[in-house]
Nanobody
Framework: VQLQASGGGRVQAGGSLRLSCAAS??????MAWYRQTPGKQRDLVAS???????DYADSVKGRFAISRDVAKNIVYLQMNSLKPEDTAVYYC??????????WGQGTEVTVSS
C-alpha cells in the first residue's frame, strides 16, 4: 500500500490550499486527513467513507471540505479561509477493508498572518 500526498505550501491567512492524496495497493474504506504540530499529537482533521459520509474536526467545520474519487483512490482536502493555527504537517491516511491503517508522507502547510 502506498499513499502519496501533495499540495502543501505557504499561504497568507484567509487564503486557500488544496491537498491531494493518491492511494494504491488495496481497496480502501475510510480515507482521512490528520495534522500534527511539533510536540503535539496527530489529530484528525476530516474523514470520508466510500459512501461519501464525512466527518470534520470542529476547528475546521465550514472552512475545509474533504472529497474523494473512489475509482481513482484519491482523497482531497480543500482548505479555505486558512488561519495561522492551521499551520501543521498534514498526513493522509487510509483504512483497508480489513481495517489496517496506512499513512502517507506528510505535507507541510504554513499559514502566515
Amino acid at each position: 500500500v502506498q499513499l502519496q500526498a501533495s499540495g502543501g505550501g505557504r499561504v497568507q491567512a484567509g487564503g486557500s490550499l488544496r491537498l491531494s492524496c493518491a492511494a494504491s495497493g488495496d481497496i480502501f474504506s475510510t480515507m482521512a486527513w490528520y495534522r500534527q504540530t511539533p510536540g503535539k499529537q496527530r489529530d484528525l482533521v476530516a474523514s470520508i467513507t466510500r459512501s461519501g459520509r464525512t466527518d470534520y474536526a470542529d476547528s475546521v467545520k465550514g472552512r475545509f471540505a474533504i472529497s474523494r474519487d473512489v475509482a481513482k483512490n484519491i482523497v482531497y482536502l480543500q482548505m479555505n479561509s486558512l488561519k495561522p493555527e492551521d499551520t501543521a504537517v498534514y498526513y493522509c491516511a487510509a483504512h483497508t477493508l480489513s481495517t489496517q491503517q496506512f499513512w502517507g508522507q506528510g505535507t507541510e502547510v504554513t499559514v502566515s498572518s
